[in-house]
């Protein structure tokens, strides 16, 4: 691997850590301002609404420059949505007025973030040659995981009620911040310090595409283009279903294990945002395991996501600690088994067809629209008082049977094209472009 790759990869889980650690915060705030239920996920909702607004837009913006420094860009408008959160008490507004401050925070993050991606993600395509995608992706996805792993650790320690007062009893931290959430939060905003820094030192790849569109309309015309291109693609468009599928239920697990740790376990904030880690542990794992399938293996991962879907159905009846761990664990090595070898392979696809950013926003737009399909779902289950075990079996049953007309939509496109095994792992890029 070459050495820009590790400082993208460093530059990204300091990112993805602080995007973690700063939704753990915001729920605390939420929490400590007495808002409902439902606000939590639909935070999420709007975090997620920024990838599919900008989908048009940013893959433009990410082949416009070098990478590198759009990822500084990007991560310097998500330090500016952390410090729009910082100071959700300083400007002045009701309770009313500082959940919507929180709001709009978080998604200007979700914007940062929305143009941070293909960028990231992009900038592999170019580092690295195709039989190498997968362990690239393994790496990449890997400390990604890891850093949601320390991220939601780290934001529940940090909103831990001994923690914030041994941060507050420090005079230089007491003299800007009253509350424990904005102790949080200060702390996150040097994270995001640290991750402009390597984003700065990571070196241009010498990659140049075509002068991009700049008119509105037709980067929308053009990106409605993209979107049948990967969708029509009969390898593209079944990698793109499973990671649609597996970022939609995967973010709101993150969610549904808060409040599965409160209702069935019992547990605070603090406490269940371990859960989410522990999970997240399980998927570092099963993403590194994965850096073995070669690219040309990836779709026999395929019924690893059906299992995973009837794993999540043992979830009511786990109480012990051991269990609820071994479990979690179980959930997360399964699901990043399979989502590692399927984003290698869209990854592929869309660098074949397109290029490395717009294919990128093309992912994205997928799923986050899921992500607010799944997430907007939820929030109105929590809103109808539906029992969290209720939720979790519906949930476990919807990826288990999606994953399931996956396979078989799958075997259909080899039986009519016994070309496609062939395809993966092919040069060149652009080719829907010429």
């Not at 239920?37 to 082949?63: E, I, S, T």
């Not at 500082?98 to 925070?105: D, E, H, M, Y």
């Not at 170019?126 to 790496?139: A, I, Y």
């Not at 241009?204 to 309309?217: A, D, E, G, L």
């Amino acid at each position: 691997m070459k050495k820009g790759f590790y400082l993208v990869m460093t530059a990204q889980a300091l990112s993805s850590l602080a995007d973690n650690a700063l939704l753990i915060a915001a729920i605390a705030l939420i929490a400590d301002l007495q808002g409902p239920d439902w606000m939590a996920p639909m935070m999420k909702w709007w975090f997620a609404l920024a990838y599919v607004v900008l989908a048009a837009f940013v893959g433009a913006f990410a082949d416009a420059f070098p990478k590198g420094k759009v990822m500084f860009a990007t991560n310097a408008v998500k330090l500016a949505g952390c410090l729009l959160m910082f100071s959700y008490q300083s400007l002045g507004f009701e309770t009313t007025g500082q959940l919507g401050l929180i709001f709009a925070a978080y998604t200007l993050v979700g914007i940062g973030a929305a143009a941070y991606s293909p960028a990231k993600y992009g900038i592999v395509t170019e580092m690295l040659p195709p039989d190498q995608l997968v362990k690239g992706n393994s790496w990449i996805e890997g400390l990604t995981v890891l850093s949601i792993i320390f991220g939601t650790v780290l934001g529940g320690v940090l909103i831990n009620p001994h923690v914030s007062e041994m941060l507050l009893s420090h005079a230089w931290i007491s003299a800007v911040v009253n509350t424990r959430a904005e102790a949080a939060i200060f702390i996150i905003g040097f994270i995001y310090l640290l991750a402009a820094s390597c984003n700065l030192l990571i070196p241009s790849t010498n990659v140049s595409y075509p002068k991009q569109q700049t008119n509105p309309v037709k980067l929308v015309r053009e990106f409605s283009y993209y979107v049948k291109t990967l969708w029509g693609d009969k390898l593209g468009q079944i990698s793109l279903a499973v990671t649609t599928l597996f970022w939609g239920a995967g973010a709101t697990l993150q969610l549904i294990l808060i409040e599965w740790g409160a209702q069935h376990l019992g547990y605070r904030l603090d406490q269940a945002s371990i859960l989410m880690g522990v999970a997240a542990v399980g998927t570092i794992v099963g993403a590194v395991l994965a850096g073995r399938v070669p690219l040309k293996k990836a779709l026999c991962v395929l019924p690893l996501g059906v299992v995973m879907g009837f794993t999540v159905l043992l979830m009511p009846l786990v109480y012990e600690p051991w269990a609820v761990y071994t479990l979690l664990m179980l959930i997360g090595g399964l699901s990043g088994f399979f989502v590692v070898p399927m984003n290698a392979m869209l990854q592929h696809r869309g660098h074949v067809l397109l290029s490395a950013g717009h294919s990128i926003a093309v992912q994205n737009f997928n799923e986050q629209l899921n992500i607010l399909l799944m997430l907007a779902t939820y929030s109105l289950m929590l809103w109808l008082k539906l029992p969290i075990n209720i939720i979790i079996i519906i949930f476990g049953l919807l990826v288990a049977s999606l994953m399931a007309v996956f396979i078989r939509w799958n075997r259909l496109n080899h039986q009519r094209d016994a070309s496609l095994q062939d395809q993966i792992g092919q040069h060149g890029h652009g080719q829907a472009l010429h």
